[in-house]
C-alpha cells in the first residue's frame, strides 16, 4: 500500500519545479479532477498534466500543510501568480489508489472578500 501523504506532497513538489513526468506519476491513469466551483472535471492523467502544464499560467506554490490516513489527503496550498502578484488559496481533497498514486482531486479554490461590518470587535485581521 503507498503513502498518500508523500504522494500528495510529491504532486506538490513536482508541480511547483515543473516536472511534469514525475508529476504524472503520482496520478492513477483515471485519475478525476474536479473544481467544484467552475463545475469543471478532468479525466485521465494526460488530461491533469497537461492541465497543469499548459493552462494555469506562471505560479510558484507552497505547501502549508498536508493532512491524511491512509486511503485520502486534504491539502492547503497558497499560491503566488508571477504575472499580477496576486495570492490565492486552495484547498485541495485526494483519494489514492492501493498502490499510492493520486485517483481523485477536488480542488476548492476560495476568493478572498471583505468581513461584515460589526464584527470587528470580535476579530483580528491578519
Same mark, same amino acid.
Given at each position: 500500500?503507498?503513502?498518500?501523504?508523500?504522494?500528495?506532497?510529491?504532486?506538490?513538489?513536482?508541480?511547483?519545479?515543473?516536472?511534469? /513526468?514525475?508529476?504524472?506519476?503520482? !496520478?492513477?491513469?483515471?485519475?478525476?479532477? #474536479?473544481?467544484?466551483?467552475?463545475? %469543471? =472535471? +478532468? @479525466?485521465? /492523467?494526460?488530461?491533469?498534466?497537461? !492541465?497543469?502544464?499548459?493552462?494555469?499560467? #506562471?505560479?510558484?506554490?507552497?505547501? %502549508? =500543510? +498536508? @493532512?491524511?490516513?491512509?486511503?485520502?489527503?486534504?491539502?492547503?496550498?497558497?499560491?503566488?501568480? #508571477?504575472?499580477?502578484?496576486?495570492?490565492?488559496?486552495?484547498?485541495?481533497?485526494?483519494?489514492?489508489?492501493?498502490?499510492?498514486?493520486?485517483?481523485?482531486?477536488?480542488?476548492?479554490?476560495?476568493?478572498?472578500?471583505?468581513?461584515?461590518?460589526?464584527?470587528?470587535?470580535?476579530?483580528?485581521?491578519?
Amino acid at each position: 500500500m503507498g503513502d498518500i501523504a508523500a504522494t500528495v506532497e510529491t504532486y506538490w513538489a513536482t508541480a511547483q519545479a515543473r516536472d511534469w /513526468r514525475a508529476f504524472g506519476a503520482t !496520478l492513477a491513469d483515471d485519475v478525476c479532477y #474536479e473544481f467544484p466551483q467552475t463545475r %469543471e =472535471r +478532468v @479525466v485521465g /492523467r494526460e488530461g491533469v498534466v497537461r !492541465l497543469n502544464a499548459e493552462q494555469l499560467g #506562471e505560479w510558484s506554490l507552497e505547501v %502549508e =500543510r +498536508v @493532512v491524511a490516513d491512509a486511503t485520502q489527503a486534504v491539502s492547503w496550498v497558497r499560491f503566488s501568480d #508571477e504575472e499580477d502578484e496576486e495570492e490565492t488559496q486552495a484547498i485541495s481533497f485526494f483519494t489514492s489508489t492501493p498502490d499510492g498514486r493520486i485517483q481523485t482531486i477536488t480542488d476548492f479554490r476560495p476568493a478572498a472578500y471583505e468581513p461584515p461590518v460589526g464584527r470587528e470587535q470580535l476579530t483580528e485581521r491578519f
